[in-house]
T-cell receptor, first 115, second 117 residues
């Protein structure tokens, strides 16, 4: 079974600085998808970024980018120019390319942004 | 634009009451999910469905039940609420939609925060 690990329960970053959140996963599959989700306090869970395992190029979405290392099974999220609105729980998630498999979520990292 | 609705958003109810948490999505996604989110914020899959009349239990044992009579609707029912059911419940959908598209990620509803006294 696949597992997703986020080794940093809490992180903090100064406003306008850069922070990297770590995620590692375990799988024997070669085709899969990886995601970072953001859940602000008392607000809806939203997708931040998605990476297809077959793509070598790292995904980017504005200030958010990933460092996808398939061989190392590592999928870190970099947030540049951190803003107060980035404060949230961040979940790393794995989805098999097998239609019958469910998503696997990591335990989350709570990010605080300091003014 | 994807939309998924959960009602009620907040519910405080006494022990022993029967409750139904509603979840509806407008995209026609074939897959739907219920997660329980504990105070530590970790997500636990309690039920999922791959289509109409298809429901399965998730990784976390739950005393709740679900039904999927219509594609867009996936309600969760607790026959007799207990304080241990106090939690946040998140509904999500993904997969093939009614336009022939496919959503690889899960799209989440706003959640229902349940408190059982």
């Amino acid at each position: 079974a696949q597992t997703v690990t986020q080794s940093q329960p809490e992180m903090s970053v100064q406003e306008a600085e850069t922070v990297t959140l770590s995620c590692t996963y375990d799988t024997s599959e070669s085709d899969y998808y990886l995601f970072w989700y953001k859940q602000p306090p008392s607000r809806q869970m939203i997708l931040v970024i998605r990476q297809e395992a077959y793509k070598q190029q790292n995904a980017t979405e504005n200030r958010f980018s990933v460092n996808f290392q398939k061989a190392a099974k590592s999928f870190s999220l970099k947030i540049s120019d951190s803003q107060l609105g980035d404060a949230a729980m961040y979940f790393c998630a794995y989805r098999s390319d097998n239609y019958g498999q469910n998503f696997v979520f990591g335990p989350g990292t709570r990010l605080s942004v300091l003014p | 634009e994807a939309d998924i609705y959960q009602t009620p958003r907040y519910l405080v109810i006494g022990t022993g009451k029967k409750i139904t948490l509603e979840c509806s999505q407008t995209m026609g996604h074939d897959k739907m999910y219920w997660y329980q989110q504990d105070p530590g914020m970790e997500l636990h899959l309690i039920h999922y469905s791959y289509g109409v009349n298809s429901t399965e239990k998730g990784d976390l044992s739950s005393e709740s039940t679900v039904s999927r009579i219509r594609t867009e609707h996936f309600p969760l029912t607790l026959e007799s609420a207990r304080p241990s059911h106090t939690s946040q419940y998140l509904c999500a959908s993904s997969g093939a939609d009614k336009t022939g598209g496919f959503l690889y990620e899960q799209y989440f509803g706003p959640g229902t925060r349940l408190t059982v006294t």
